[in-house]
Every structure is written in C-alpha cells, then in structure tokens.
C-alpha cells in the first residue's frame, strides 16, 4: 500500500511540475496558434506548401523547414500539427513537421553539438531530415485513403477571404512571437532587469515543504515544484473555470467570464514570464526582459485581434477551446502515468542494457524515451550523462531520436488528433526508425575507432 501510494505521489509531482512549468507560455500560445490557423488562415494558404497535392519537394522540406525554427518540446508542436492538418495539410507533410520540430529545431542542435560535440549534432540532424521525410511520405502511402477524405472536409473549414487578411495574419505572427518570447532561454530574455522583496513571512518553509514532496532532479526529468509554480497553477485552475463559462458558448457571442478568461490568460503569462524565488526575507521578485516581450507581444496580440470582426475572433477562440477540450486532458493523463512510472524505473538500469550497438540496447533506448520524458532540450544534458556512464553512442542517439517524440502524453495527444490507428503507424515508424538510426550511427562509430 506503501509502495502505491508512493507512485501516486510521484505522478501527482510530475503532473504538478509540467503544469507549473509548461502549460503555460508553452501550451497555451500553442493552442491560440493553433486555433488562430484553423479559423482565419484560408485552406489555400497551407495546401500550397503543405496539401497532399503539393509537389512533395516542397511540401516535405517546407514542413522540417517550418519545424526546425520552433524550439518547443513534443506536447507544445502537438497542438500546431493539429491546426496546419485540421486546415488542410496533408498527413505527410504534417508528420514531418510533427517529427522534425522536436528533435531538429536549431536549438536542439545547437544544444546537441555543444554538449555532445558536432558529430553528435550532424548525425541527429541528417538522420532527422531523412527519417521524418520517410515517416511522412510512408504515412501519406499508408493511409492516402484517408487522408484523401480528410482533404475533402477541409474545405467546409475554408476562411471566406481568398487570402488571408491582414488583420488574422499580424494576429498569427503575434503568437508565434509570444510562444518564442515565453520559451527562448537566451539573454536578454533571462537576464533580471529589477528585483523586490516582498515582506511575505514563511516561503521558505514553503519552498522545503515543496521540494520535500518533489525534488528535483535532473537526471530523473524532475523539476520540482516551486512557490511561483504553485501559484501559477492556482490562477490556471481559474483560468479553466473562466474558459469554460467564457469559450464554452462563444459562437453565439462574448459575456464578462470571455474578458475575465482573456484577462487572466495576459496576467498568468506575465506571472510566469517573471522569477519568483523564496528567500530569508519572503517572495523575491525578478522582473526579466522576458516580462517586457511577452507583454510587448501581447499588446500586439491585443492590437490586432480588435482589428477582426467579432464573428473570426469568437471563431478563432472557440477554434482553440475546442483543441484544449480535445487535447488537454489526455496530456494530463499521460504525464502522470509518466511521473508514476518514473518512481519504478532507474537511469541506470538503462545505461547497463546499453553499454553496446545491439539490438536490443537500441530497443531499451527507445522505450526509455517513452516513459522517461524530459522538458525540451533537458534530453540532452540527460544524454551526456549517459554517455559518461558508459552508454553506446548508437543506442545514445536512438534515444535522443525517439524522446521528444514519443512521449506517452504526446502519443495520447496524437491519438486525439488523427486516431488511434494511424497514432500506432506513426509510432512504430518512429520507433523502427530510431532503432536504425542508432544502429547505423553505432556502426559507424564503432568503424571509426577500429581504424584508430
């Protein structure tokens, strides 16, 4: 009983932790992006890179080109894959981008060569391009059927204008900027531009109370729960009461619960955009210049939404409600069975069955991802662990290929989107395809040190 309790616990951490530290400036900019893309972006506008009639040289390294300039982690690209592929990207094209943008982005590289070193980088980079091209082009074989029918129901989504307007595309332009400002770890973004103490008695026992029920731990994927995180989950719980009273009947016009949603969604972000520490003399706060972009941002979000007519801006937000319903509570779900399952797997057990370029140890590899996921870019520092420990460099890249992807929250929220069958094609190809990757990079390397 002990033992259960034990794991609930640890599930209810780790759920605890992703919603303090990723929902917001990560997910929620998703899911406005999302919606915004269904509502206002005419079919045309993503067909032409993106459609399953495109001419697949442009479609294909359109959606890697599209992916490798978002640096968010797996559960933050579900919900754009969901908007460009609910609009009328074909299923090809979108699984690229689906699979490129978490591992290939520039920042994940970037992070990659410089950790691990440049082979390292330009092995997960080419084995990326040329995998989530192959998943995609055997998911578009696999399922054409399909996604021939989907095409056709795209066009009942289609936005009146023949282009879009340039009120929906300042809008959407306006997003992107405010998920890049909320999630872009690089000064001057972090570096702290005022700094006040505030007389509040007792954080720090607060902080101990915290960090003793979920201690963070790097080499686990845990990132604790802090002060500020316990509040920002507070105000996202009245968030989704506001949404849910304000979104839920949009379509048929606004009430005062759709401005107090609005409102507190601008407080929230900027709450987290800031750095709330528990100190001797009570609540230190930072103000960061990631507080002046996402505030700048979201003016600019403000500026021209006013600019829509009220019938595209209730559609954009019941667009993106609607992916929240959709979604969200499957990632829930998922992250706390990942948090348990975290309390009965070891790192090192792992690092044991991958110490050669096998089979089997590029299969372990694999599955670590699934259950061991780690925030965006976090996989990385975890991978030079391993690589200390003795892991193989082919069965290391396996994983790194394989755990911004398959997330059990991310397969649960991919599930939701396109269904259950194709989510278990993309899945295996993902897998096998890992499973190749570090078999051949184990090889070459193995090649490599023979001939020293």
């Avoid at 045309?44 to 992916?67: E, F, K």
């Avoid at 900027?177 to 954080?203: E, H, R, Y």
């Avoid at 420990?389 to 396109?418: K, N, R, T, W």
Wanted: net charge neutral; hydrophobic share 60%; proline share 4%.
């Amino acid at each position: 009983m002990h033992h259960v309790l034990s794991l609930l616990n640890s599930g209810a951490g780790n759920l605890a932790a992703y919603l303090a530290g990723h929902v917001l400036l990560c997910l929620l900019p998703a899911f406005l992006i999302a919606g915004a893309m269904t509502a206002l972006i005419p079919k045309a506008s993503i067909t032409r890179w993106l459609g399953r009639g495109a001419a697949m040289h442009v479609s294909y390294p359109a959606a890697a080109l599209a992916g490798s300039l978002i640096a968010v982690c797996s559960c933050t690209i579900v919900p754009l894959f969901a908007g460009i592929h609910r609009k009328g990207a074909g299923l090809g094209p979108a699984i690229t981008f689906l699979f490129f943008a978490p591992a290939g982005n520039i920042m994940a590289l970037a992070y990659t060569g410089n950790v691990l070193g440049a082979d390292f980088a330009l092995a997960r980079l080419l084995l990326c391009l040329v995998f989530g091209i192959g998943i995609g082009l055997l998911m578009a074989a696999l399922f054409r059927r399909d996604d021939a029918r989907h095409d056709a129901n795209t066009d009942a989504l289609a936005a009146p204008e023949a282009r879009i307007a340039p009120a929906a595309l300042g809008l959407l332009l306006s997003l992107l900027a405010l998920l890049i400002a909320g999630t872009l770890k690089l000064w001057p973004l972090t570096a702290t531009v005022l700094s006040v103490d505030l007389p509040l008695p007792g954080m720090l026992d607060w902080q101990s109370l915290l960090l003793a029920w979920m201690p963070a731990d790097a080499a686990r994927g845990e990132e604790g729960v802090t002060v500020q995180g316990t509040l920002l989950i507070g105000l996202l719980l009245l968030l989704a009461v506001a949404a849910w009273r304000g979104l839920e009947n949009i379509t048929e016009g606004s009430n005062r619960w759709t401005w107090i949603a609005l409102g507190l969604s601008a407080g929230t972000l900027l709450m987290a955009a800031m750095r709330l520490e528990a100190v001797p003399a009570g609540l230190r706060c930072a103000v960061t210049g990631r507080v002046f972009a996402v505030a700048f941002t979201e003016w600019c979000v403000w500026h021209f939404a006013r600019q829509l007519p009220a019938v595209a801006w209730h559609s954009w937000l019941w667009e993106a409600w609607r992916f929240v319903k959709q979604i969200f509570v499957l990632l829930v779900a998922g992250v706390f069975v990942v948090g348990m399952a975290r309390g009965l797997i070891r790192p090192e057990w792992i690092q044991g069955l991958s110490g050669s370029n096998t089979l089997v140890a590029n299969a372990v590899s694999v599955g670590f991802g699934v259950f061991m996921y780690f925030p965006t870019l976090v996989e990385v520092p975890v991978a030079r662990m391993f690589l200390d420990l003795g892991m193989h460099p082919g069965p290391l890249l396996a994983y790194l290929m394989a755990d911004p992807e398959l997330s059990l929250q991310s397969m649960l929220m991919v599930s939701a989107v396109i269904g259950r069958r194709k989510t278990a094609a993309y899945v295996g190809l993902v897998a096998l395809f890992s499973i190749c990757a570090g078999l051949l990079y184990g090889s070459f390397v193995d090649a490599m040190f023979s001939q020293v």
